[in-house]
């Protein structure tokens, strides 16, 4: 199957800091990515929809401003978590959408995550 | 909001066949039925998916009701792997994530 990935795996950074994690699709093109944030025992929230070359659609509640994204290619969407706080902290996962040739749905693939850990 | 309902947990026995349930009564003629599943500290993984016929691969068989109201995901010999949370997930476009089941694999 499609592979996606993340860097980095894991960050520690410091409060007020802007971290950027990249989501990589290796092997497809995926006009569309999703980006989703997971607190300990929790469930997958998505927060937000990259479309290659436009602006992101962002789940009710999500801050834009605090949570950038940028998808300029094809096969990357970044993630740019700004002026980071300690409950910014979280799993931040990505995935890849790849229109299946010749079917109507989209298969949809995940990276393996990021840890991030503000201070 | 997610559209599944999936129960909280479940064990099964190593060696045994896992069965787990899913309601999607609100599921749409276009929305395929997709199950992931996510070891803990990883990203989900893609498990299968399907319409409305059942579906077979080497991980997992999917069974979904002719009216397309629930599905249940079986592993037909569970390991210790298997050990995981498994998501039921009715996919057009983007996905929502419900809580998932958390399978437990018993020695």
């Known amino acids: 199957g499609a592979v996606v990935s993340q860097h980095p795996s894991r960050v520690i950074c410091k409060s007020g800091t802007s971290v950027k994690i990249e989501c990589r699709s290796l092997?497809?093109?995926?006009?569309?990515m999703f980006w989703y944030r997971q607190f300990p025992k929790k469930s997958l929230m998505l927060m937000a929809t990259?479309?290659?070359?436009?602006?992101?659609?962002?789940e009710q509640g999500v801050e834009k401003d605090k949570f950038l994204i940028n998808h300029a290619s094809l096969t990357l969407s970044t993630l740019t978590v700004t002026s980071a706080h300690p409950e910014d902290s979280s799993f931040y996962i990505c995935?890849?959408?790849?229109?299946?040739?010749?079917?109507?749905?989209?298969?949809?693939?995940f990276g393996p995550g990021t840890r991030l850990t503000v201070l | 909001d997610a559209k599944t309902t999936q129960p909280p947990s479940m064990d099964c026995a190593e060696g045994r066949a896992a069965n787990l349930p899913c309601n999607h009564s609100?599921?749409?003629?276009?929305?395929?039925v997709y199950w992931y599943r996510q070891i803990h500290s990883q990203g989900p993984q893609y498990i299968i998916h399907?319409?409305?016929n059942n579906e077979t691969n080497e991980m997992a068989s999917l069974i979904i009701t002719e009216d397309r109201k629930s599905s249940t995901l079986i592993l037909p010999h569970a390991t210790l792997r298997d050990t995981a949370v498994y998501y039921c997930?009715?996919?057009?476009?983007?996905?929502?994530f419900g809580t998932g089941t958390k399978l437990q694999v018993i020695p």
């Open positions: 995935s890849a959408n790849e229109q299946a040739f010749g079917t109507k749905y989209n298969e949809q693939f």
């Open positions: 092997d497809f093109q995926a006009t569309t």
């Open positions: 990259s479309n290659e070359g436009s602006k992101a659609t962002y």
């Open positions: 609100t599921i749409s003629g276009n929305e395929y």
């Open positions: 399907g319409l409305k």
């Open positions: 997930i009715v996919q057009y476009q983007k996905v929502t």
